[in-house]
């Protein structure tokens, strides 16, 4: 393996100091919410066609990704470029599509959530591919993906399932920028979607010891569900949401913990579900 020779890597990275940063305020500038982030995928595609990917592309679902090196196996860095809305915005002190910066920060709607991490990626990729970094046989993509956070429906975890069984790409390796505050973990808070279904027997209201109540038996699941579990470790506190620099909206516990189960007997038909949805081994990254 090659040795890396990182006060190099950090003097080229402080060189694209100021491009990094107008890249970051510039996706901060376009409003992204989810399903609405045309402009942000354009300003990504744009910057990684000025750096020279080797090939600049924007999927069917409109992740855009970037590729540099030609080996055959794939690294993957994920960010996704939605974002969250921005609430009142009486609760924020500084406008949150202009954004701010000082010498130690840069603020703004989405700015650590997730297009921060987008931003470093990218200039990542270009620095491995112009230092010679790429590991033989591989190449290197940063995709930003839509629809992480709250869709009309939610879709987290939607933008993966594309890649993995539309777009046919495989990664070996996929590197979550999800802020950790800095740290490098190994894993991320994920999710899982449980469907409970509970059976009753009807009955007449006048005689409800004839019958058995389906509610009932909801509620006890309800409650266990919700129930207080240990908390996570502290350094992996942080939620997906809350950028430690700016207001946050936060989902309560109850609302992912449980999605709700349509009632067997529910005469509204389920939507079909989208094809390429079937469950994958894909590696789950967005959160
Ligand atoms: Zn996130």
Not at 5 to 16: E, H, L, Q
Not at 90 to 109: A, K, S, T, V
Not at 166 to 177: L, N, W, Y
Not at 237 to 251: A, L, Y
């Amino acid at each position: 393996m090659k040795e890396l020779d990182y006060d190099k890597i950090k003097s080229v990275a402080k060189g694209y100091e100021k491009d990094i940063t107008a890249f970051l305020r510039a996706m901060i500038s376009h409003p992204s919410e989810s399903c609405e982030e045309g402009e942000v995928v354009a300003t990504i595609k744009a910057e990684m066609e000025k750096l020279n990917f080797d090939e600049v592309k924007v999927d069917g679902l409109g992740n855009v990704m970037g590729f540099m090196g030609d080996g055959d196996k794939i690294i993957a860095i994920d960010g996704h470029i939605d974002t969250v809305g921005i609430g009142n915005r009486d609760n924020w002190d500084f406008d949150p599509y202009e954004g701010f910066e000082d010498d130690q920060l840069i603020g703004g709607r989405g700015g650590s959530d997730q297009e921060g991490g987008v931003a470093s990626a990218t200039y990542a990729a270009k620095m491995m591919k112009d230092m010679d970094l790429i590991p033989e046989g591989y190449k290197i993509m940063v995709v930003g993906t839509v629809q992480e956070e709250d869709c009309e429906e939610d879709c987290d975890g939607m933008c993966w399932q594309y890649i993995y069984n539309v777009d046919g790409i495989k990664p070996e390796f996929v590197i979550s920028t999800e802020p950790t505050d800095g740290g490098i973990y190994r894993g991320h808070r994920g999710r899982m979607e449980i469907r409970v279904d509970v059976k009753g027997v009807s009955c007449h209201g006048s005689a409800p010891e004839r019958g058995d109540n389906a509610i009932y038996k909801m509620a006890d699941i309800i409650s266990d569900a919700t129930a207080p579990t240990s908390p996570p470790p502290s350094r992996a506190s942080s939620r997906c949401s809350t950028p430690s620099t700016t207001p946050s909206t936060t989902r309560t516990p109850a609302s992912w913990a449980v999605a709700p189960a349509p009632s067997p007997r529910s005469s509204t038909p389920a939507p079909p579900a989208a094809p390429w949805l079937t469950p994958a081994p894909s590696p789950s990254t967005a959160a």
